[in-house]
């Protein structure tokens, strides 16, 4: 199962947000391109998403990992919304991602443009609903089951061990 980064956690809210207020019927107001989502994020470069400019080696790599996620736990890549300046779309690695995900992405640039566009619509309709994210952050959960790991073992010891205590 995937987990995400704090900075990860940080990129998908963002996207989130964007989706949510994304104009009815004009998904391309939801669209960021990377460099402005890089600035956006991290203008002073502290989480490095602006390392590897003008490809955004960083960012990429994060919204990779964060689309895994969104689609390990059934919703649509997210990450649809960040598109590269030249082509106006996610390009071939978001489709290339697609296929490894199990979907059926066509090998031509039609038929990956419009896997785009579907988890695009798909992204803005799931998140302008009525879907809430209750989760807690991956980041979070991991902190909260360390410490009630550290409350077992301190539990356990005194149990078994009063006298120690």
Request: hydrophobic letters at 40%; zero cysteines.
């Given at each position: 199962m995937t987990t995400l980064t704090l900075v990860e956690e940080r990129l998908r809210g963002f996207l989130i947000d964007?989706?949510?207020t994304a104009h009815a019927g004009n998904?391309?107001?939801a669209t960021m391109t990377y460099q402005d989502l890089a600035g956006a994020l991290d203008p002073d470069g502290d989480f490095g998403?602006?390392?590897g400019a003008p490809r955004f080696t960083r960012l990429i790599r994060a919204l990779f990992h964060m689309n895994s996620y969104e689609v390990e736990n059934g919703r649509p890549m997210v990450g649809a919304l960040a598109v590269s300046k030249a082509t106006g779309d996610s390009g071939s690695g978001f489709a290339?991602?697609?296929r490894e995900l199990g979907f059926l992405v066509p090998r031509d640039d039609?038929?990956?443009k419009e896997?785009?566009?579907t988890q695009l619509d798909q992204a803005i309709e799931h998140w302008s609903g009525n879907h809430e994210d209750s989760g807690l952050p991956d980041f979070q959960?991991?902190?909260i089951m360390t410490e009630l790991s550290t409350i077992k073992k301190t539990l356990q010891q005194h149990l078994h061990n009063p006298a120690a205590s």
């Open positions: 964007r989706a949510r998904p391309e107001t998403l602006k390392q290339g991602l697609g039609e038929g990956e896997f785009w566009q959960f991991a902190a």
